[in-house]
């Protein structure tokens, strides 16, 4: 079992920064990609930023150039850091980590979401 722990969400208004942590630990062989997604009241959950190991990063076209997704793979933490945040950023984001087991069998491990409020 991998559990994943976010940190940093909360209230902040338009044009400021914000900066998102996601912890994973447990039984870890390695991972494949580590990524943010945001789900907005009434919309479905969509990828803000994805960063695959050994791969290209990429970023919805709505954050590119405000926010950057990064990785310290000795503590299996991926960040997400906001800027020039808009009040259409407002969302619950999720990270989302890919794992490879020992087999070479991939699951998808999701953390807990943390509210992110944008005020205009």
């Known amino acids: 079992q991998v559990q994943l722990v976010e940190s940093g969400g909360g209230l902040v208004q338009a044009g400021g920064s914000l900066r998102l942590s996601c912890a994973a630990s447990g039984s870890i062989f390695s991972i494949n990609a580590m990524a943010w997604y945001r789900q907005a009241p009434g919309k479905e959950r969509e990828l803000v930023a994805r960063m695959p190991s050994g791969g290209s990063t990429n970023y919805a076209d709505s954050v590119k150039g405000r926010f950057t997704i990064s990785r310290d793979n000795a503590k299996n933490t991926v960040y997400l850091q906001m800027n020039s945040l808009k009040p259409e950023d407002t969302a619950v984001y999720y990270c989302?980590?890919?794992?490879?087991?020992?087999?070479?069998?991939?699951?998808?491990?999701w953390g807990q979401g943390t509210q992110v409020t944008v005020s205009s």
């Open positions: 989302n980590v890919r794992v490879q087991s020992t087999r070479g069998f991939q699951y998808d491990y």
